[in-house]
Each structure stands twice: as structure tokens, then as C-alpha cells.
Antibody, heavy 113, light 107 residues
Framework: EVQLLESGGDLVQPGGPLRLSCAVS????????MSWVRQAPGKGLEWVSV????????YYADSVKGRFVISSDISKNTLYLQMNSLRVEDTAVYYC??????WGQGTLVTVSS | DIQMTQSPSSLSASVGDSVTITCRAS??????LAWFQQRPGRAPKPLIS???ILQSGVPARFSGSGSGTEFTLTISSLQPEDSATYYC?????????FGQGTRLEIK
């Protein structure tokens, strides 16, 4: 059974950094594209970023480009999202996902002073 | 970027009814269309990929259809546990985008 477990969500001040982790079990990360998706309180789903399986190419939503960095550590089978220059509007539950197959339960990031 | 527009934004139906949710893409997305179900307080659950392929464990009363820019999710013989918000998403190229969601209430 594939399981994705996010961690690292926290309360952080505007302008600060935060790194999210997603530990994956039941499949090896390398061949698969893995995404981060977020959901602001009471709002819909917003795709944030992806690391493409195989090539390792990365892509970002315009709302986070230049501030967030997605990466993966194959040896640890873990996906990361480094978030810098955080804004109040980045407040959301962040999910890691192999989009059409498996999602984690999410981790809450709150950006507030 | 490709925009995804769902309709209606919300609907209410009774147990045993059938409902249809529409998702329109701002340009052709071939068959790169998925549907997700999200119950309150829960993570999204993949229902359908490639327009009409049910994910493992999804009941057969869920079905998807469409092509090009217009797609539908139909839920027949509604059950109480179908009360949720439903999202479409394209994955034809980056950035992937979701529809704004359709909230389904079971009366």
C-alpha cells in the first residue's frame, strides 16, 4: 500500500522560510512525478509544483515561482518543498500527491505575524 | 494557462438520484482530465483519470465522459457518502489547474 506522510507545517512570520517534507512508502519515488497541492482555508485546490519522474525537471505555479523549491531525495524516498519569502496568502493545507493515484493527509502552514 | 470551469458551483439531490457535473477547459486538453472527491476535513481522493477510467475501489455509479474542452462527471444512484466537493483537473501540461469545485449536498 502506498502511503504519503507530510510534515513540517507550522506557524511562520511573513517573509520567513519553511521546509515541508513528504515521506513516501510503498513505491520508489524515482520513476514517478510528484506534486505539491495546497488548499487555503475554505477555498479550492491549487496545484503548486511538480518534480517530473525520470527527468527530475521541476515546474511551479506562477504564484510561488522564485520563492518555492521542490526537490526529492531518492535515497530517503522523501519529497520536499522549500518555501521562502512566505506571504499571508500562502496560508493553506499543503498536500503531497502522486496526483491521480495517491495523496497524503496534508500539513497546515500558517503565515501570520 | 488553461482555465477549468465547473458548473454548477453547488447542487442538492436526494438519495437514489443521479447528478451531472460539467467541467469546461479554456482550450483542448485531449483526454488529460481527472476528477477528485473531497469530503469535509479530508484529503482529496482520486476518482477518475483519463476522462473515464475509474480508480481502484471507486464504485461503478461514478462515471466520466467528454472530449476536447467539455467533460462531465455523473454520479448515479446517489448515496449519503457522496456528499462532498468534486474537482476536475487537467494534466495536459504545466501548470496543472483545478476547477473551482462543485459542492454536492445529499438531502
Amino acid at each position: 500500500e502506498v502511503q504519503l506522510l507530510e510534515s513540517g507545517g507550522d506557524l511562520v512570520q511573513p517573509g520567513g522560510p519553511l521546509r515541508l517534507s513528504c515521506a513516501v512508502s510503498g513505491l520508489s519515488l524515482g520513476p514517478y512525478s510528484m506534486s505539491w497541492v495546497r488548499q487555503a482555508p475554505g477555498k479550492g485546490l491549487e496545484w503548486v509544483s511538480v518534480v517530473a519522474g525520470g527527468s527530475g525537471d521541476t515546474y511551479y505555479a506562477d504564484s510561488v515561482k522564485g520563492r518555492f523549491v521542490i526537490s526529492s531525495d531518492i535515497s530517503k524516498n522523501t519529497l520536499y518543498l522549500q518555501m521562502n519569502s512566505l506571504r499571508v496568502e500562502d496560508t493553506a493545507v499543503y498536500y503531497c500527491a502522486r496526483l491521480i493515484q495517491n495523496w497524503g493527509q496534508g500539513t497546515l502552514v500558517t503565515v501570520s505575524s | 494557462d488553461i482555465q477549468m470551469t465547473q458548473s454548477p458551483s453547488s447542487l442538492s439531490a436526494s438519495v437514489g438520484d443521479s447528478v451531472t457535473i460539467t467541467c469546461r477547459a479554456s482550450q483542448g486538453i485531449r483526454n488529460s482530465l481527472a476528477w477528485f472527491q473531497q469530503r469535509p476535513g479530508r484529503a482529496p481522493k482520486p476518482l477518475i483519470s483519463t476522462v473515464s477510467i475509474l480508480q481502484s475501489g471507486v464504485p461503478a455509479r461514478f462515471s466520466g465522459s467528454g472530449s476536447g474542452t467539455e467533460f462531465t462527471l455523473t454520479i448515479s444512484s446517489l448515496q449519503p457518502e457522496d456528499s462532498a466537493t468534486y474537482y476536475c483537473q487537467h494534466y495536459v501540461g504545466y501548470p496543472f489547474t483545478f476547477g473551482q469545485g462543485t459542492r454536492l449536498e445529499i438531502k
